[in-house]
């Protein structure tokens, strides 16, 4: 039986593999997105030409000790393939994502990608999304706002993400409230529910973005599928 990292590797191998010469590579965030960003780094010191764009300043700076050739977002005309992790995955393809608090640049970087291969251990899949709290972004001024407006309208708790004692503050200067729906009826209207609310950034849904999942088991067995 594999571990939890050897599956997370697995995957995060085999999606590497997708990656063809030329390609501009959109590269996640997260604990199995490591294992890709360090098969892709094996694989451009081989002479494999590619050039990326990180989803954290925390994947920025491993993908530039692996030597990847980084571009930002602004500088690349289409992103070919973007591969990412998860924290849930329901039947649909549906995401919630975010736990690493990376979910405003992950989902930039997807919207601007041709695909979105998602690899994930089978522990993310889920059959409705909600259990995992859902990160959303808020700007800091007036976020108590903006929470007591969320738990209003939804009747749910949610709680302010920090880091040492302190709010943690994202990579573009946002807070991050987790909210604890545990079980979201209908992802695509609470997207864009959420993101019509004043300070509100964005919200870790992810909606017909993803169109592949990678999935890898205890056994060691990995289901490749596409998103319809
Ligand atoms: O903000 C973080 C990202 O959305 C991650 O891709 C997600 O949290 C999954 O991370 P991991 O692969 O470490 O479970």
Known sequence: MLTANEIKRKVGEQAAELVQPGMTVGIGTGSTAYWLVM????KVRQGLDIRCVPTSRETAKLA????IPLIALNDAAVIDITIDGADEIDPQGQLIKGGGGALLQEKMVAA??????IIADHTKLVKQLGVFPLPVEVIPFGWKQVQRHI???YSIKSILRTKDDQPLVTDHGHYILDCHFNQIADAPALNIALNTIPGVVDN????KMATCTIIGYPDGSVKESGVD
């Open 39 to 42: 098969a892709l780094g094996e």
């Open 64 to 67: 530039s000790e692996q030597q």
């Open 112 to 117: 601007a990608s041709r695909q979105l291969v």
């Open 151 to 153: 738990e209003a309208l």
């Open 204 to 207: 870790g849904l992810f909606i």
